[in-house]
């Protein structure tokens, strides 16, 4: 297990592995939660990780389908949680050893501000990309019925 963990250590994740691929997110709300593009690895679903101290987690629903996680004592990002699939992205930084961790894809890549960019060559999504692929994968069978 890979532990990862929050500013103040009082809340620590463990996953199974850390993917090497980590993607970005330039949108609007990712930016103003952690004050810039929101780095990330595809942790897994809740039976893949064990999250310690759940009761310092403060859960933000910030859309139909996501909610973000954060310590409650240090304010660190913790997580950006993806309810249909109960998938977790965990910010890459969280832990210690990422060496083979490689940035590989972007995402609301046409919200992204000119005041930065990346040298990777990555994927890159825009919102109407992003907001078909989530449609379609998990609210169409559900509007079928």
């Known amino acids: 297990m890979k532990n990862a963990s929050c500013l103040c250590g009082k809340i620590s994740i463990q996953v199974k592995e850390i993917p ?15 004050s810039g593009p929101l780095l990330t690895i595809e942790a ?24 973000r996680g954060f310590c409650s004592i240090c304010g660190s990002n913790l997580f950006y949680y993806l309810k249909p699939t109960d998938s977790y992205s965990i910010p890459i930084d969280l832990f ?14 046409d919200q992204k501000p000119n005041y930065y960019d ?25 509007q079928e019925d």
């Open 20 to 34: 090497h691929v980590v993607g970005a997110c330039h949108c609007s709300m990712c930016r103003k939660w952690g």
């Open 96 to 109: 210690e050893n990422q060496e083979e961790a490689m940035l590989s894809v972007e995402v609301y890549y």
């Open 118 to 142: 990346f040298a990777n060559k990555t994927k890159k999504q825009t919102e109407a990309d992003i907001l078909k692929l989530v449609e379609e994968k998990y609210f169409s069978d559900s």
């Open 44 to 67: 897994g679903t809740t039976s893949d990780i064990v999250i310690s101290n759940e009761e310092f987690i403060s859960r933000y629903h910030s859309s139909e389908w996501a909610e």
